[in-house]
T-cell receptor, first 109, second 115 residues
Framework: EDKVVQSPLSLVVHEGDTVTLNCSYEVTNFRSLLWYKQEKKAPTFLFMLTSSGIEKKSGRLSSILDKKELSSILNITATQTGDSAIYLC?????????FGQGTRLTINP | DGGITQSPKYLFRKEGQNVTLSCEQNLNHDAMYWYRQDPGQGLRLIYY???????QKGDIAEGYSVSREKKESFPLTVTSAQKNPTAFYLC??????????????FGPGTRLLVL
């Protein structure tokens, strides 16, 4: 059965800290890995990764995929209170998107 | 304004009642999806549709039904057979459900509560 596991499930840090969120997967016929940010309602798309070792970057957020280790990390540098959200990792396998449980990130001022 | 809309924002269901959640998109996407989100469990796939007049069961389809009569619309009915319907329901769409390059875009969600 396809599986995506995120860690930690919950993380509380101070504004300005750097955080690393983890996602590991066991999925048949891996196609792509996606990261979403969910604040109050709809998850919003952050990154899609398909190739191992190539970093995707958007401002203070970056992500990289390691196909050998079947994992990905999402880094956020110089965190701000607006980064507080649930971060979802999802992996596209043979047919559908499989989601992890999410990491709830809280940034305290 | 392109996007995915869901209604209502909140829905209350009485015991034994069927309720229908609406999902509409004007992105001209072929594929649409319904997910259920419970605390600590991430998103679980209920049903998906890759094309009009066709849909497939996801991981937790029991107690739910869908239809896809129009490309823009993918309503979800929560039937009385669903014994634990309280959850946050998210609808999503993507350009092509079969493509490995797809990205799914989400609607704002409907929170269903049982009275």
């Amino acid at each position: 059965e396809d599986k995506v596991v995120q860690s930690p499930l919950s993380l509380v840090v101070h504004e300005g800290d750097t955080v690393t969120l983890n996602c590991s997967y066991e999925v048949t016929n891996f196609r792509s890995l996606l990261w979403y940010k969910q604040e109050k309602k709809a998850p919003t798309f952050l990154f899609m990764l398909t190739s191992s070792g190539i970093e995707k970057k958007s401002g203070r957020l970056s992500s990289i995929l390691d196909k050998k280790e079947l994992s990905s990390i999402l880094n956020i540098t110089a965190t701000q209170t607006g980064d507080s959200a649930i971060y979802l990792c999802a992996v596209k396998g043979a047919q559908k998107l499989v989601f992890g449980q999410g990491t709830r990130l809280t940034i305290n001022p | 304004d392109g996007g995915i809309t869901q209604s209502p924002k909140y829905l209350f269901r009485k015991e034994g009642q069927n309720v229908t959640l609406s999902c509409e998109q004007n992105l001209n996407h072929d594929a649409m999806y319904w997910y259920r989100q419970d605390p600590g469990q991430g998103l679980r796939l209920i049903y998906y549709s890759q094309i009009v007049n066709d849909f497939q069961k996801g991981d937790i389809a029991e107690g739910y039904s869908v239809s896809r009569e129009k490309k823009e619309s993918f309503p979800l009915t929560v039937t009385s057979a669903q014994k634990n319907p309280t959850a946050f329901y998210l609808c999503a769409s993507s350009i092509d459900g079969g493509s490995w390059k797809e990205t799914q875009y989400f609607g704002p969600g409907t929170r269903l509560l049982v009275l």
